[in-house]
């Protein structure tokens, strides 16, 4: 298999397996009725619309804030299969797969629901205080493994084509 079939391999199973997760969450295990799921003593299921941006930022529910992420998540897709077309090793090519697999399966959420769904909420208790990570879905944590793949690639990898 070459790399750009893998890439584009992985970006495929990425959505699929996302939207898989979501509208199971969503339409048969109906998480928006069960509330707080608690599946270990650290990880939990809780449904959470998140109509900004990572990590919740630029919350915005706007119409016209909803396009303009469309575009930018669109243009960045454009940019990242470019870079990955261009690029000539597996681990690069999966890695940006997997980050536009990622983006694209938030962009349905988006266009779909108006947000993203998300679902994972780890969390840890010290000293009486409960801290909460940010709750996350499939696709970031796709976006997340991306990324550290591309930076192993960059430091420690065979040299990798440059970004466009």
Do not use: C
Request: a neutral charge.
């Amino acid at each position: 298999m070459t790399p750009l079939r893998a890439g584009i391999l992985s970006a495929i199973v990425t959505v699929i397996l996302d939207q898989a997760s979501k509208l199971w969450l969503l339409n048969v295990f109906d998480l928006a009725h069960q509330g707080v799921v608690r599946v270990t003593p650290f990880f939990d299921l809780v449904l959470a619309w998140n109509i900004g941006i990572s990590f919740g930022w630029l919350q915005n529910d706007s119409q016209a804030a909803q396009i303009a992420l469309m575009a930018v998540k669109a243009v960045a897709v454009i940019a990242l299969a470019i870079w990955m077309a261009r690029s000539h090793t597996r681990l690069a090519t999966v890695a940006l797969g997997l980050i536009i697999g990622g983006a694209i399966g938030n962009g349905i959420d988006r266009m779909a629901y108006g947000a993203v769904v998300d679902f994972a909420l780890f969390h840890i208790e010290i000293g009486g205080n409960t801290f909460n990570w940010y709750v996350f879905n499939l696709a970031d944590v796709a976006i997340v493994a991306g990324v550290a793949a591309l930076l192993y690639d960059s430091f420690l990898g065979v040299p990798a084509a440059k970004a466009p």
